[in-house]
């Protein structure tokens, strides 16, 4: 399974690439291949406020619809609107074309660092 | 060869039946109709004939793959056998041809049966009240917490805004307790598949309506602390609500009321073996406790001095559906209870036995999250690198509906299987030889390969619906 080395991880299979103070977010491969084939994504609106751990929608794919949590609190500046017309491209291309939300993010959170993730990949294996 | 569509068979000009000579005055459709209500052009209906329309739904009836065909293992939605005797009960004219504007006066054998069947379910709950009116088991969710809403708004106690879900809840039950008004909260699970009664002390507070249990739970494990969870809601002014899906795992030995619960629904038309699943309507049966009695759905049926009358209860949440309920299910639960007496709760001893009879066979090829016997349906998962979507493809090559595939959310590769009480040890020989072939079968990406359909592009039937032609 594809764990970039540049990212942040979640227990909760969402990734964190940190640029400034932008934090873009969207679900890993891992994530992507449990889900199976992603058919809907329910996304938030720009300018919403998240805390830690918010749910800030959702992900249904052909077996089960599953929250997203944000790994940071923050507000939300951009989402990334053409998973409605495409949602495969979470499929596709889980860290690039397939990123979720950007959050300009306030104050520090625990991430799991990408050796940190593939361990926990590794246990629930 | 998957059917073609009636459309396809339709020549122009021909007829299946053609109408006599009108016996009174034609008259032009736009003397009597306004024009919003007439159409511009003629409707684009197949022409065929009497033969070709039989043929045709013939045709496609045998492609359907039902209870009444082939072993059904759905779990968490009991697809069982529906005794033939119900059906005759159900078909009975004074039964069947009631309209539900007559006066009661007409319908007192109606209105009788429903007591008794309300009394019936009284006696298999614990609880001293019952409705019959919603329509269908989530229908049932909602009348139960939407009479919980208006018990703390009777009650003056506006600060109830959150109903607690377990983890291995069925997924009505939040989005019932979000319909309802509502914040949905979760409750994880502890190493035995069970609410995590510490989670469950920590979430509980003041703002608690409800919590929302399944027992046994989707997992098919009996909720064990249920009493404990019970006193803990309680304390707290919060009520237990307890979905009834999965009550064919206790008839005659365990009374949701003797357990704590406050107010249940019961699934009339999967626990007493009414068609269901692209056949007959639900029925989702309420019974509660004399503290939520009151706010009943109108109507109730009451008897006095041998007369039965539809009421409305006092401070009733209202009605749920257009008339009292869908009342053939209500025969055929009847009849079906009657059928069975004392010894009802057999039904659940037959249910329980086959599920760990196929949980037994299973085991050392699929694994079980959790140990230990299971009530009346069992959760397995694949072995390693077998998806649970395959086995269910390779089931339907081998004669045998698939169980209900990734649920419980949290099992990974979930197969759900509920073999009810009426099927054989033979059949259960059967579908388990299946399963463990299937657990073999190098081949099993390809399957179905005998099912007139085969894999079907899923991502893009959902996102493409085509739900007209």
């Given at each position: 399974m594809n764990v970039p080395q540049d990212l942040k991880y979640t227990r909760t299979h969402e990734w964190v690439r940190i640029e400034g103070d932008i934090a873009t977010i969207g679900i890993t491969d891992h994530a992507q291949d449990e889900l199976g084939d992603v058919v809907f994504v329910d996304l938030p609106e720009v300018g919403t406020s998240l805390s830690p751990g918010d749910s800030f929608g959702s992900v249904e794919s052909v077996k089960a619809v599953s929250d997203l949590?944000?790994?940071?609190?923050?507000?939300?500046?951009?989402?990334?609107?053409?998973?409605?017309?495409?949602?495969?491209?979470?499929?596709?291309?889980?860290?690039?074309?397939?990123?979720?939300?950007?959050?300009?993010?306030?104050?520090?959170?625990?991430?799991?660092?990408?050796?940190?993730?593939?361990?926990?990949?590794?246990?629930e294996q | 060869m998957p059917a073609s569509l009636i459309r396809a068979k339709s020549r122009p000009g021909r007829r299946g039946y053609t109408l006599p000579a009108p016996d009174v005055p034609e008259v032009p459709p736009e003397k009597i109709l306004p024009e919003g209500a007439l159409r511009k052009e003629?409707?684009?209906?197949?022409?065929?004939?009497?033969?070709?329309?039989?043929?045709?739904?013939?045709?496609?009836?045998?492609?359907?793959?039902?209870?009444?065909?082939?072993?059904?293992?759905?779990?968490?939605?009991?697809?069982?056998?529906?005794?033939?005797?119900?059906?005759?009960?159900?078909?009975?004219?004074?039964?069947?041809?009631?309209?539900?504007?007559?006066?009661?006066?007409?319908?007192?054998?109606?209105?009788?049966?429903?007591?008794r069947l309300a009394a019936f379910l009284s006696e298999v709950s614990g609880f001293p009240a019952v409705s019959l009116a919603p329509l269908a088991g989530a229908q049932g969710e909602l009348t139960s917490i939407l009479m919980i809403r208006k018990y703390f708004e009777d009650a003056g106690d506006e600060g109830r805004t959150t109903v607690l879900i377990p983890a291995t809840a069925h997924g009505t039950n939040p989005a019932t307790a979000a319909m309802a008004g509502f914040k949905a909260v979760e409750i994880g699970l502890d190493e035995r598949g069970c609410v995590d009664v510490g989670e469950l002390e920590e979430k509980v507070d003041e703002t608690t309506a409800a919590l929302m249990i399944t027992?046994?739970?989707?997992?098919?494990?009996?909720?064990?602390?249920?009493?404990?969870?019970?006193?803990?809601?309680?304390?707290?002014?919060?009520?237990?609500?307890?979905?009834?899906?999965?009550?064919?795992?206790?008839?005659?030995?365990?009374?949701?009321?003797?357990?704590?619960?406050?107010?249940?629904?019961?699934?009339?038309?999967?626990?007493?073996?009414?068609?269901?699943?692209?056949?007959?309507?639900?029925?989702?049966?309420?019974?509660?406790?004399?503290?939520?009695?009151?706010?009943?759905?109108?109507?109730?049926v009451e008897e006095r001095d041998g007369t039965y009358r539809l009421v409305r209860p006092e401070k009733s949440i209202g009605r749920v559906g257009a008339f009292h309920g869908n009342f053939g299910q209500m025969v055929r639960a009847w009849s079906y209870i009657r059928m069975h007496g004392p010894d009802l709760k057999e039904v659940s001893d037959l249910a329980v036995l086959n599920a760990n009879y196929v949980r037994a066979r299973l085991k050392?090829?699929?694994?079980?999250?959790?140990?230990?016997?299971?009530?009346?349906?069992?959760?397995?998962?694949?072995?390693?690198?077998?998806?649970?979507?395959?086995?269910?493809?390779?089931?339907?090559?081998?004669?045998?509906?698939?169980?209900?595939?990734?649920?419980?959310?949290?099992?990974?590769?979930?197969?759900?299987?509920?073999?009810?009480?009426?099927?054989?040890?033979?059949?259960?020989?059967?579908?388990?030889?299946?399963?463990?072939?299937?657990?073999?079968?190098?081949?099993?990406?390809?399957?179905?390969?005998?099912?007139?359909?085969?894999?079907?592009?899923?991502?893009?039937?959902?996102?493409?619906?085509?739900?007209?032609?």
């Open positions: 949590y944000s790994p940071l609190g923050g507000e939300i500046t951009e989402v990334n609107s053409s998973l409605e017309e495409s949602p495969e491209k979470i499929n596709e291309d889980p860290y690039g074309e397939g990123w979720i939300i950007r959050l300009r993010y306030s104050g520090e959170a625990e991430l799991l660092s990408p050796e940190d993730y593939q361990r926990l990949l590794e246990e | 003629r409707p684009d209906l197949p022409e065929v004939d009497e033969p070709t329309v039989v043929r045709h739904y013939t045709n496609l009836s045998r492609e359907n793959w039902g209870i009444d065909t082939n072993f059904y293992p759905l779990g968490s939605c009991t697809m069982k056998h529906n005794p033939r005797a119900n059906e005759a009960a159900a078909a009975i004219p004074g039964f069947a041809r009631l309209h539900p504007l007559q006066p009661e006066e007409q319908v007192q054998g109606a209105l009788e049966l429903m007591h027992n046994p739970n989707t997992c098919g494990v009996y909720e064990r602390n249920i009493e404990e969870i019970a006193s803990i809601l309680h304390r707290s002014g919060a009520f237990l609500y307890m979905d009834g899906a999965n009550m064919n795992a206790n008839l005659g030995r365990m009374r949701p009321s003797d357990a704590g619960a406050d107010i249940m629904h019961f699934n009339l038309h999967k626990t007493f073996s009414t068609p269901h699943g692209g056949g007959g309507p639900g029925s989702g049966a309420i019974a509660c406790s004399e503290r939520l009695a009151p706010f009943r759905p109108d109507p109730v050392g090829t699929y694994d079980s999250p959790y140990e230990g016997p299971c009530k009346h349906e069992v959760v397995v998962q694949p072995p390693k690198g077998v998806k649970a979507l395959d086995v269910a493809k390779g089931l339907i090559d081998r004669g045998f509906h698939p169980p209900t595939i990734y649920f419980p959310l949290v099992v990974k590769e979930a197969l759900l299987i509920e073999p009810t009480e009426t099927e054989s040890k033979e059949t259960l020989d059967d579908f388990v030889g299946a399963m463990l072939e299937i657990a073999q079968d190098e081949r099993l990406e390809e399957a179905p390969t005998h099912a007139p359909v085969r894999r079907v592009d899923e991502a893009r039937a959902a996102r493409r619906l085509k739900a007209r032609w």
